[in-house]
């Protein structure tokens, strides 16, 4: 299917684990984005990639990492997952510099306990 | 520092109602402005967009507005309908950066039957 898909949509983790967040997408856009969503707030830019190989911190990257080995895909991952990243998780892509239009997957709700 | 308001937060109103909401920004340098619609349990998607030259879109039974001068954008939503429950949110494009989006934190709108 065309677009961009996020795995899973829903996800329970305990405190200390690591957990991966999947982000696929088919436009070959070379912007990718990860951004969490909690109420009250708008959405808080986690990491981006400009192109395969080129990442690079957002406003909240504390306690996670991403990849970009290909253009399409773009995990998260949380190296010891905390409570207090409980959130949804929204993946984004955008296809050139200057058109800001985002393309957003569906989101994944993760709960820490 | 860049930010974007939004106001209400919150809105209910009767199907067939018109309504307006309110977004107050104070990105600098500005490139554009976007409305989005995020449906509960699914990524925003983009309603319109607004540059520095324009000062009013429509998109079917939603316009939006802009006033450059006074940092300021309306949504206004024609003759509601049950569909249009969902947040809407403002997102400002600052022009000095190829990825940046400010995001507002939203009004959710309830249209009630």
């Known amino acids: 299917d065309a677009g961009i898909t996020q795995s899973p949509r829903y996800k329970i983790t305990e405190t200390g684990r690591q957990v991966t967040l999947m982000c696929h997408q088919t436009?070959?856009?070379?912007?990718m984005f990860w951004y969490r969503q909690d109420l009250g707030h708008g959405l808080r830019l986690i990491y981006y990639?400009?192109?395969?190989?080129?990442?690079d911190k957002g406003e909240v990257p504390d306690g996670y990492v991403v990849s970009r080995s290909k253009t399409e895909n773009f995990p998260l991952t949380l190296e010891s997952a905390t409570r207090s990243q409980t959130s949804v998780y929204f993946c984004?892509?955008?296809?050139?510099?200057?058109?800001?239009?985002?393309?957003f997957g569906q989101g994944t709700r993760l709960t820490v306990v | 520092k860049n930010q974007v308001e939004q106001s209400p937060q919150s809105l209910i109103i009767l199907e067939g109602k018109n309504c307006t909401l309110q977004?107050?920004?104070?990105?600098?340098?500005?490139?554009?402005l976007r409305w989005y619609k995020q449906d509960t349990g699914r990524g925003p998607v983009s309603l319109t967009i607004m540059t520095f030259s324009e000062n009013t879109k429509s998109n079917g039974r939603y316009t939006a507005t802009l006033d450059a001068d006074t940092k300021q954008s309306s949504l206004h939503i024609t003759a509601s309908q049950l569909s249009d429950s969902a947040s809407y949110i403002c997102?400002?494009?600052?022009?000095?950066?190829?990825?940046?989006?400010?995001w507002g934190a939203g009004t959710k709108l309830i249209i009630k039957p």
């Open positions: 436009w070959s856009h070379s912007y």
């Open positions: 977004c107050n920004y104070t990105v600098s340098p500005f490139s554009n």
């Open positions: 997102v400002v494009s600052p022009a000095d950066s190829n990825y940046q989006l400010i």
């Open positions: 984004a892509s955008r296809d050139r510099v200057g058109n800001t239009e985002a393309f």
């Open positions: 990639s400009a192109a395969a190989d080129i990442t």
